[in-house]
């Protein structure tokens, strides 16, 4: 078996690098949560009065506006937990596997900011032992600087025993730029009715600098509460177009380290003296070969379409390109400097439907479907050597493509 020092050496490191990612993710999600924009909302919300002639003309058009507002930070900016199970189906050259896919998210959406961490699992039951040949992990971080350009940074780590990967690290960031059209007619009138009602805000203050009741210190945080509704609006009414418009086409631009320990799992047959006699034993081999690093830059073009606000489907397809050359004397009839481009290829294909008022235990519950394609031009592969060495039963070389379906279900707290 061939084992990479530098790779055994230096395994601590991704190890550090998710350990610090999930204390990044807790550190940012609380730090969001800290924000004490939604209990000023909340305060004046307790402030409005509730009768009286002499507010009659602005209370309810006033009190209608701070409900909004409330209601979207909280439809917003809320942290989710989502939950998901269900079938997958597996295809790579001849192969063919169905088993269950498992996974969780979690994040918080506080535009200009937002937090993702993501990960996934399958599992199969064979020889009465859980097997699992596919997992991934993603922690993601994203700013907007204007309204069509964020910036992100991200760390996303995976596996793939069809594609011959055992592990594989992406570290990198980007820059992606994004439209947002066709921004349903209720959202719409909603931002109008609330900018044609600002004036009552000027009713309200002259209203609480009335009243007795209120020391001067109150009467200050009261205007200051507003004066920060007001300051954050702006945010808020993209934040609204970026979540619910029913059209968003972006292109993003990104560069990361890539570091990969593939490994090669195949029968081979050796001869062995039993008793005497030569026989021929089959086994399966595990090849670990010595793992690498490299820079790739990636254009990835999305879709977002939404029909209705129950149905959406999404779309990602990531071109990744090689950045350099890395000497791959380790892959069979691809020994010595690069001879081809090393591009992979990645598509994402998600459809999802929600399910409302299915329960009242949990903010929604909804099914989906996803076809995921990754394609490698240069997958791993023995060496020469090795191959000679070894009478082999099946391919040296990984496979290139391989194809998922998966159908679930999954519930969102």
């Not at 990967?165 to 007619?185: D, H, S, T």
């Not at 600002?198 to 200051?224: A, G, M, P, R, S």
Request: with cysteine; charged share 25%.
């Amino acid at each position: 078996m061939i084992i990479s020092k530098r790779w055994k050496n230096s395994y601590i490191y991704p190890k550090k690098i998710i350990c610090s990612s999930i204390l990044l993710f807790i550190f940012i999600s609380v730090g969001l949560s800290a924000d004490d924009f939604q209990s000023k909302v909340e305060y004046i919300r307790t402030v409005v009065p509730k009768s009286g002639e002499q507010t009659k003309c602005w209370r309810e058009k006033f009190t209608s506006s701070i409900n909004f507002i409330a209601k979207t930070l909280r439809d917003l900016q809320q942290f989710n937990v989502r939950i998901s199970a269900g079938y997958r189906g597996d295809r790579a050259g001849s192969k063919g596997l169905h088993k269950l896919n498992l996974g969780v998210s979690m994040g918080r959406f506080k535009y200009p900011n937002e937090f993702i961490f993501k990960a996934n699992i399958d599992l199969q039951l064979k020889n009465s032992e859980l097997q699992d040949n596919v997992t991934s992990m993603l922690i993601n971080y994203e700013k907007y600087l204007f309204p069509i350009l964020k910036v992100y940074g991200f760390v996303e780590r995976f596996s793939n025993s069809y594609m011959g990967i055992q592990e594989r690290w992406e570290i990198g960031g980007g820059a992606k730029i994004e439209g947002n059209f066709f921004l349903p007619k209720d959202k719409r009138k909603k931002i109008e009715e609330y900018e044609s009602n600002l004036y009552t805000q000027d009713e309200f203050l002259k209203w609480v600098n009335k009243k007795d009741f209120y020391d001067k210190e109150e009467k200050k945080y009261i205007k200051d509460s507003l004066y920060r509704i007001n300051s954050n609006w702006a945010n808020l009414k993209t934040a609204i177009k970026k979540r619910y418009s029913r059209l968003n086409l972006g292109l993003a631009f990104s560069i990361f380290s890539e570091l990969e320990q593939a490994q090669i799992v195949t029968p081979v047959k050796e001869n062995e003296v039993v008793d005497g006699i030569i026989e021929e034993i089959e086994s399966t081999q595990k090849f670990q070969l010595p793992a690498k690093q490299r820079l790739r830059f990636v254009v990835r073009p999305s879709i977002i379409f939404r029909p209705t606000s129950e149905l959406s489907f999404y779309g990602h397809y990531y071109f990744k390109y090689p950045l350099g050359t890395v000497q791959d004397d380790y892959k069979y009839g691809y020994e010595g400097e690069e001879t081809e481009l090393d591009l992979r290829k990645e598509l994402l294909l998600i459809a999802e439907l929600k399910l409302s008022n299915v329960v009242n235990w949990a903010k929604n519950v909804s099914l989906s479907f996803e076809y995921h394609r990754h394609y490698d031009r240069r997958p791993p592969g023995l060496s020469t050597d090795l191959v000679n060495q070894f009478l082999l039963v099946s391919n040296p070389i990984a496979e290139d493509i391989h194809e998922m379906l998966i159908m679930g279900i999954s519930v969102t707290f």
